[in-house]
């Protein structure tokens, strides 16, 4: 069992590229905590800096209190399971789980018996004879799974193990990580740019943008409470939708105008009372495509939106349309005028609402769409950084502090 910490860790590759932007992060005994972020932002080389495959530039990587940043990856008792397997091909998969216990000359009988035991935790005993060329792709990622359990290491590093699986084997993968994890407890570090499995792994998620860690914390406090927009942005699937609006009313009843309407947003001030400061200036509000529904009719709190598109997903619908701008109501009404195409480089957000499988909805065809300013995010239109939420914990810490000091 072991402490991962992270202090600083930073790489910038020769020609200049900084993907690792001062990290810091303490991974938990036990833990599973994910790394997700885009494309690109910097996962694989955090994750190869702690086996030791890539220098580090600054910073240090510590495991249970001991500082390896400079250590060989064989001394660090650690194992990755990559992307593409990596297999050899001309082993056989008891051949294949068995190496790293050959290079470390353990005793071949107990070798054999770890090798087997672990084959038949990962339903591979039939198979352990075959070589990966003989098997689905499934069957090759627990392979990669099971040579680097044998080893029994300290820590589990996993570099998206399943983006090369079919939807529904991911699914299934997914459910036998989490067991596997709840049955050995080691601590584990995985990366996907996945929001969708980061959110069903995770103990923890540390969300990373351009090298820098935005925020940890349960996949319940990044998506209740993010911190800034683009951890907004990211966890949650369709994405949250943003509109710069301006704030109205008085603190006790704050609006906001969007799509030519005036919207109340309920207890706004009350839970974050930092919005107070943006009465009168922009803010950059961010719905969720659960906070809207269809009404039955065009009244005061409905957008009046036209349907760029619709996709069924069977148990809901997906309808996409163009992101309201505060003042104009929307202008387009006629089928006729929908646009083939959306040009980013216009300007034009395109939102997304998820409304019930049984909405009647045809592109073109101009629909209301109730709005629910209950679960609106706030944010700062310069920095990005999230207009907070006061949770009801605070006051009741609040009140009890009161209660004693009165
Ligand atoms: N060996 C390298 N030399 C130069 N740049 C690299 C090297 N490896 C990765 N990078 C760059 O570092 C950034 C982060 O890469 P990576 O850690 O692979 O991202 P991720 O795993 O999140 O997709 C990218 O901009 C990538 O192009
Ligand atoms: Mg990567």
């Not at 932002?41 to 530039?57: D, H, P, Q, Y």
């Not at 969300?207 to 914390?217: A, E, M, N, S």
């Not at 069977?314 to 646009?339: I, N």
């Amino acid at each position: 069992m072991s402490v991962v910490r992270l202090e600083h860790l930073t790489k910038t590759f020769p020609g200049g590229t900084t993907a690792v932007d001062d990290l810091s992060l303490t991974i938990g005994d036990g833990e599973f905590l994910v790394l997700v972020g885009p494309s690109g932002c910097g996962k694989s080389t955090v994750l190869r800096m702690i086996a030791g495959l890539e220098n580090v530039s600054r910073g240090d990587v510590f495991i249970d209190d001991e500082q390896v940043t400079d250590w060989a990856p064989k001394a660090r008792d650690i194992a990755m399971v990559f992307q593409n397997y990596a297999l050899y091909p001309h082993m056989t998969v008891r051949q294949n789980m068995g190496f790293a216990l050959k290079l470390r000359h353990m005793d071949k009988d107990e070798a054999r018996q770890k090798v087997e035991e672990t084959a038949g935790l990962l339903g591979l005993a039939a198979l352990i004879d075959r070589k990966p060329a003989a098997l689905s792709g499934g069957q090759r990622q627990r392979v990669a799974m099971g040579r680097a359990m044998v080893r029994q290491p300290r820590v589990f590093l996993l570099d998206e193990p399943l983006s090369n699986l079919d939807a529904k084997l991911r699914v299934s993968m997914r459910a036998e990580l989490a067991r596997l994890h709840q049955r050995y407890r080691i601590t584990t570090v995985y990366v996907t740019h996945d929001q969708v499995e980061a959110m069903t792994l995770g103990d923890r998620i540390a969300v990373i943008d351009k090298g820098r860690l935005q925020q940890v914390g349960t996949p319940e406090e990044l998506y209740r409470s993010p911190i800034n927009r683009f951890v907004a942005g990211f966890m949650g699937s369709p994405s949250m939708n943003f509109a710069t609006v301006e704030l109205g009313g008085v603190p006790d009843r704050v609006t906001l105008r969007l799509g030519g309407q005036e919207f109340e947003v309920p207890g706004a001030v009350h839970r974050r009372p930092s919005l107070a400061r943006y009465l009168g200036a922009p803010v950059v509000v961010g719905l969720r495509p659960a906070a809207f529904s269809l009404a039955e009719s065009p009244g005061t709190a409905t957008l009046a939106i036209v349907p760029l598109g619709v996709e069924s997903l069977g148990d809901e619908k997906h309808l996409l349309f163009e992101a309201p701008t505060p003042g104009s109501s929307t202008t387009r009404v006629a089928a006729d005028d929908v646009p083939l195409t959306v040009d980013e480089s216009s300007g034009t957000q395109l939102w997304t609402a998820k409304v019930t499988q049984h909405a009647d909805l045809t592109i073109g065809h101009p629909v209301p769409l109730a709005v629910d300013l209950r679960d609106a995010y706030f944010f700062d239109p310069v920095s990005g950084d999230a207009v907070a939420e006061v949770h009801d914990s605070v006051p009741a810490v609040q009140r009890e502090l009161q209660a004693w000091t009165a």
